[in-house]
Structure formats: C-alpha cells, structure tokens
C-alpha cells in the first residue's frame, strides 16, 4: 500500500489565532507533499444586522463590506503563514461557512479540508455548533481539526 500524500489541499481561514495556526499546518503539508493549496475565507452574510426599525443597507455597499472583510482576513492569513515553495491560491466564498467550505473542497476534488478548531461557548455551540463540527458531519473530504 502506498503512502498516503494529499495533491490538494484546501485550508479554511477567518484571520482568527486557531485558523492561522491550522493555515500553518496546510501549508507544511502542502511543501512537503507538493500539493495545490487553497485558501479559502466564508463570510456569513448578516442577517438583520441593520436593526429591527431600520431599512436594509443597499446591496453594493453590503457587498462591499463582505469583500472588504474577506480581503483582510485573505492579507492577514497570507502574511501570518510561511507560504515559500507553496503553489497556493486565495479564494472568497460568501454563505454558510461549514456548507461553503464542504462543497469548495469536493468541487476541487481535495484531499485534504485543514480548520482550525473553534473556541466556541457552550451556548454557542449547542445552538449554531462549531464550523469544524459541522464539517466533521457533513464533508465529503477527509477534515484535519488543528488546535
């Protein structure tokens, strides 16, 4: 049997210390198995943020936001991890980040989906559950939860 080496690895990011560290992981895995690797940040799109009294923002300048957001959170994960003789990409995803996450990976037929795992409360996770929680349920891709 031969050993297992991933060609394609997607890494989830969302600028926090847990996703940078697990970034760090995909992209050693990336060099050492000269994998592709993607890295791909997911913005939930606000649901009532604007109040319960207040009209909806209008769609470009929410737009705007989200990219802004995502821009920055793709910067920060870029200069944070050591990418040198890493082919990798970043990708902007905007939805629900766990289903987002799951289906980026199978369309690109990965090997392997790298998250960092949440520090999610109690109550949060008994209500919404973690990202890396759901993904561990739902993907299709073999899921590496870093601490």
């Known amino acids: 049997m031969e050993p297992w080496s991933p060609n394609v ?3 989830a990011t969302d600028g926090s210390d847990q996703s940078l560290r697990a970034a760090n992981a995909a992209a ?6 000269d994998a592709q690797l993607f890295i791909v ?10 109040g319960i009294v207040g009209a909806p923002p209008p769609a470009e300048s929410l ?4 990219a802004d957001a995502q821009r920055v959170v793709l910067e920060k994960t870029v200069q944070a991890v050591d990418l ?3 082919r990798y990409e970043t990708i902007e995803e905007v939805g629900d980040p766990a289903n987002q996450l799951a289906a980026f990976a199978e369309s690109r ?12 409360g109690l109550v949060e996770r008994i209500m919404v559950g973690s990202v890396a929680d ?3 349920h739902i993907a299709k891709t073999p899921v590496l939860v870093v601490p």
Do not use: F, K, S
């Open 134 to 136: 759901r993904l561990l």
């Open 9 to 11: 690895i997607v890494a």
């Open 109 to 120: 037929n990965a090997d392997l989906l790298v998250i960092g795992q949440r520090g999610a």
């Open 28 to 33: 050693a895995l990336a060099r050492t198995n």
């Open 41 to 50: 940040t997911v913005v939930r799109p606000p649901e009532g943020w604007w």
């Open 84 to 86: 040198a003789g890493v």
């Open 63 to 66: 737009g705007n936001a989200l």
